[in-house]
């Protein structure tokens, strides 16, 4: 638990009250006890009623701090997750008007397109990210690439834009080198599955390396 009421310097200050009543106690007794003595001082009463009294605040100090900081791990543990189980928000770029598998798939190619953005554009391509984004803003079939594989979608879109092939390999080969090493895209890669047909661009080339994030634990 991060809250402020559960930090080590809130804990810390619980303590220190803790301490401080119970040194008041100390005194408090001390005190109690020279008063029965014979020879007591005329304003140890008065001593004693002071430190009873500074003891009773620390107390009920020590009270409301201690009763904030279970009210605040209780509403923490009460509190709704910012996202519900095995949900992640939606890039905005998606209609949420689109039926599910739709949104799936629109949400695919936005992630295959800003991996081809990343890179440089081939030659003779005035404006990369525009033509990436009107392809996919323009299509009607998102439902189809809910579980299309990377590079089936680069092909596509290789075909489409009249990118060349090897372009497109090569920046999905390296996006997936580099993302192999983290379980969070393997999980996407694995995800998907091979529902369309895989589009292999070599013998243990690309395709090889898609196999092998798809079957990363």
Known sequence: MSTAATSPAAEARV????????IGMNIARTLGNKAMEPDA??????QFARVAKAVRQTLALQARVEEGRLEAIRKA???PSAWPPMFHPRDIRIDPKLSEREQD???RLYE?????DEYEAPEDCEDLSEDLLDWVRQRNDY???????YAAIVARICADLDLPAEWGETQLEDYL????????????????????VRHSFSEGGLAAHEAAALNTS
């Not at 001082?41 to 008065?46: K, T, Y």
């Open 15 to 22: 303590a220190m009250l803790q301490e401080l009543a119970e």
């Open 41 to 46: 001082s005329a304003d140890i009463p008065l």
């Open 77 to 79: 543990q009460a509190a």
């Open 105 to 107: 798939g629109a949400e």
């Open 112 to 116: 295959v397109i800003d991996i081809l």
């Open 143 to 149: 439902a189809d690439f809910a579980q299309a594989p």
């Open 177 to 196: 080198t580099e993302a192999l090493p983290y379980q969070q895209q393997a999980r996407q890669l694995r995800a998907a599955g091979p529902t369309l």
